[in-house]
């Protein structure tokens, strides 16, 4: 991609393009040259990798066409017919004029329909053998007679086939419209009641020929406003997904979706944000593509850049920093932080500030790098540790200042719609930063500082992690049969889903 819009925009900007395409001397094809650098430039510079990708399988298309034909057939209910009439001079009767009057629907049925995908373009919708029954009256008028009845009308082998195209919305929603329809009647027949059969012949062509244009006009506008009727759903995806006081979410497009022969993909940001101030951070989303995997109707891709977003703002916003006093530590350890228990390893603490309490702060100096590898989600932290004594007097005191790398191994899941966690701690690196207390051997505080991490850093981590965070949803979506699986650069969920109302 980098080299491509390279070379592009070298041999669009420079004159180059001039000598290799010869085309000096004719301005027409320059000016077209010109066009299509512009377009493609655009296109390059507008293009970025999302943080998160989303595709729909034939088997959510599946239930697409169910939620989809169950629609259409509310719509084709409502169809109305408007009263016709007609004339026909017999001799040697003279002229009959014919009405027909209060037409309408009885039932209509859709047993057979099938949705394909035509890369490119859309979404192919096709209904087949539909069937439709409707009754209204006849009126006949001849010489002095008037004579009238009723009449039963079955539509059968109907057909409609409608591809529905999918854009982005200047929101960056996805959204949909009909892009063609075609609907014919297959046959209608009719049968009448009341009057004498003759008359039946004399009308019969023409009522057919009437009421399946009537139709055919009314239901493609019908099938058009089904299709119009899922873009209010649509308009609820959250494009700004707040998670707490500190980040949100956006999971607005960055492209138009693609539609390929399997399946639809919607590429998204997938990026956390500062709550009211968007600062990129100094990384880029990575490309990935999800897997051909069919078995669930959707499939979200979650790359490590959205999880190293979130390290970025939480980081930058001071989030991940603790101050650990010894009312935090379990009751339960023998471990307090006192100056007597540091004291007994670093002999000049509990000299100098014997008897008094301790403080710690925990605090990230750099943003947690995730990284995703075959079931394997693992972050590596880069913390110092400030530990201080407490005066009697509320003064605190600077003892040390360590740096730490963590790396823990992070469990996700699916719940509801939100991604929750939890980690545990793998491994811990201290080294001295600064002493104020004279020079020390770190490895003394392992035993000290993987109990403080293990027993307050961790499970206060956990505990916000197990809020969870917001997945891209529409409406009242609901996700079942869900899966969490971790491959290599991202999180891959495959879902089925319903909608309730
Ligand atoms: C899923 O993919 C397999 C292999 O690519 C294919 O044979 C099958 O028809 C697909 N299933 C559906 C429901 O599209
Ligand atoms: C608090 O106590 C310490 C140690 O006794 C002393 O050095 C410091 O000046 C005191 N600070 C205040 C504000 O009284
Ligand atoms: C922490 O990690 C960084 C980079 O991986 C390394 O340069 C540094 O020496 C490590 N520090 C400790 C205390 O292990």
Not at 122 to 128: A, E, N, P, Q, R
Not at 178 to 187: D, H, I, K, L, Q
Not at 365 to 370: A, D, G, H, L
């Given at each position: 991609m980098t080299l491509s819009a390279c070379t592009l925009a070298s041999v669009c900007t420079s004159q180059l393009y001039e000598l290799r395409f010869?085309?000096?001397?004719?301005p027409f094809l320059k000016m077209m040259l010109h066009i299509w650098c512009l377009v493609a430039l655009t296109t390059l510079a507008s293009a970025i990798n999302p943080g998160v990708k989303v595709k729909l399988t034939q088997k959510g298309l599946e239930y697409g066409r169910e939620l989809g034909i169950a629609s259409i057939q509310q719509k084709l209910r409502t169809i109305k017919l408007p009263d016709m009439s007609g004339s026909q001079r017999i001799a040697p009767i003279g002229k009959v004029t014919y009405s027909f009057t209060n037409m309408h629907i009885v039932n209509v049925g859709l047993p057979q329909s099938s949705v394909s995908l035509e890369p490119g373009a859309g979404v192919k919708l096709s209904v087949t053998n539909a069937f439709m029954s409707l009754n209204g009256n006849w009126r006949v008028k001849y010489f002095i007679i008037k004579d009238s009845g009723s009449f039963d009308l079955s539509v059968k082998g109907l057909s409609i086939t409608t591809t529905i195209a999918v854009n982005s919305d200047e929101t960056g929603r996805p959204t949909v419209s009909g892009s063609s329809c075609s609907a014919a009647v297959g046959s209608v027949s009719i049968k009448f009641h009341?009057?004498?059969?003759?008359l039946y012949n004399l009308f019969k062509d023409f009522i057919d020929k009437a009421l399946r244009s009537a139709l055919e006009k009314q239901i493609c506008p019908l099938v058009a406003d089904s299709i119009s009727d899922v873009n209010p759903h649509l308009k609820t995806l959250n494009v700004l997904a707040k998670v707490d006081e500190y980040a949100e979410i956006e999971y607005s497009m960055v492209s138009s979706p693609v539609i390929s022969t399997s399946s639809v993909e919607l590429s998204l940001k997938g990026e956390f944000y500062n709550i009211g101030k968007h600062q990129e951070p100094p990384f880029t989303p990575a490309v990935f593509s999800l897997p051909s995997?069919?078995?669930?109707?959707l499939y979200i891709g979650l790359s490590s850049y959205i999880a190293n977003s979130a390290g970025f703002v939480y980081t930058t916003a001071g989030a991940l920093s603790l101050y650990i006093t010894d009312?935090?530590?379990?009751?339960?350890?023998?471990?307090?932080?006192?100056t007597r228990t540091f004291g007994a390893l670093i002999p000049q603490i509990s000299k100098r500030f014997p008897g008094l309490m301790m403080k710690l702060l925990v605090k990230a100096v750099k943003s947690p790098v995730i990284a995703f590898e075959s079931n394997d989600a693992t972050i590596q932290t880069t913390a110092t540790v400030t530990a201080f004594a407490i005066q009697v007097n509320g003064t605190l005191s600077l003892l040390f200042v360590l740096n730490m790398n963590g790396s823990v191994s992070a469990q996700v899941s699916v719940r509801g719609t939100r991604l929750a966690g939890s980690v545990v701690l793998n491994k811990m690196d201290l080294t001295l930063g600064?002493?104020?207390?004279g020079d020390f051997q770190?490895?003394?505080l392992d035993t000290i500082f993987q109990m403080v991490l293990k027993r307050v850093v961790i499970p206060k981590i956990n505990a916000q992690l197990s809020k969870g965070f917001p997945l891209p949803t529409i409406g009242k979506i609901k996700l079942v049969n869900t899966q969490l699986q971790i491959v290599k650069d991202y999180m891959l969920i495959g879902t089925d889903v319903q909608f309730s109302g």
């Amino acid at each position: 991609m980098t080299l491509s819009a390279c070379t592009l925009a070298s041999v669009c900007t420079s004159q180059l393009y001039e000598l290799r395409f010869g085309v000096r001397r004719r301005p027409f094809l320059k000016m077209m040259l010109h066009i299509w650098c512009l377009v493609a430039l655009t296109t390059l510079a507008s293009a970025i990798n999302p943080g998160v990708k989303v595709k729909l399988t034939q088997k959510g298309l599946e239930y697409g066409r169910e939620l989809g034909i169950a629609s259409i057939q509310q719509k084709l209910r409502t169809i109305k017919l408007p009263d016709m009439s007609g004339s026909q001079r017999i001799a040697p009767i003279g002229k009959v004029t014919y009405s027909f009057t209060n037409m309408h629907i009885v039932n209509v049925g859709l047993p057979q329909s099938s949705v394909s995908l035509e890369p490119g373009a859309g979404v192919k919708l096709s209904v087949t053998n539909a069937f439709m029954s409707l009754n209204g009256n006849w009126r006949v008028k001849y010489f002095i007679i008037k004579d009238s009845g009723s009449f039963d009308l079955s539509v059968k082998g109907l057909s409609i086939t409608t591809t529905i195209a999918v854009n982005s919305d200047e929101t960056g929603r996805p959204t949909v419209s009909g892009s063609s329809c075609s609907a014919a009647v297959g046959s209608v027949s009719i049968k009448f009641h009341g009057g004498a059969s003759w008359l039946y012949n004399l009308f019969k062509d023409f009522i057919d020929k009437a009421l399946r244009s009537a139709l055919e006009k009314q239901i493609c506008p019908l099938v058009a406003d089904s299709i119009s009727d899922v873009n209010p759903h649509l308009k609820t995806l959250n494009v700004l997904a707040k998670v707490d006081e500190y980040a949100e979410i956006e999971y607005s497009m960055v492209s138009s979706p693609v539609i390929s022969t399997s399946s639809v993909e919607l590429s998204l940001k997938g990026e956390f944000y500062n709550i009211g101030k968007h600062q990129e951070p100094p990384f880029t989303p990575a490309v990935f593509s999800l897997p051909s995997s069919n078995d669930t109707m959707l499939y979200i891709g979650l790359s490590s850049y959205i999880a190293n977003s979130a390290g970025f703002v939480y980081t930058t916003a001071g989030a991940l920093s603790l101050y650990i006093t010894d009312d935090m530590i379990p009751a339960s350890s023998p471990i307090r932080l006192t100056t007597r228990t540091f004291g007994a390893l670093i002999p000049q603490i509990s000299k100098r500030f014997p008897g008094l309490m301790m403080k710690l702060l925990v605090k990230a100096v750099k943003s947690p790098v995730i990284a995703f590898e075959s079931n394997d989600a693992t972050i590596q932290t880069t913390a110092t540790v400030t530990a201080f004594a407490i005066q009697v007097n509320g003064t605190l005191s600077l003892l040390f200042v360590l740096n730490m790398n963590g790396s823990v191994s992070a469990q996700v899941s699916v719940r509801g719609t939100r991604l929750a966690g939890s980690v545990v701690l793998n491994k811990m690196d201290l080294t001295l930063g600064t002493s104020y207390v004279g020079d020390f051997q770190v490895t003394l505080l392992d035993t000290i500082f993987q109990m403080v991490l293990k027993r307050v850093v961790i499970p206060k981590i956990n505990a916000q992690l197990s809020k969870g965070f917001p997945l891209p949803t529409i409406g009242k979506i609901k996700l079942v049969n869900t899966q969490l699986q971790i491959v290599k650069d991202y999180m891959l969920i495959g879902t089925d889903v319903q909608f309730s109302g």
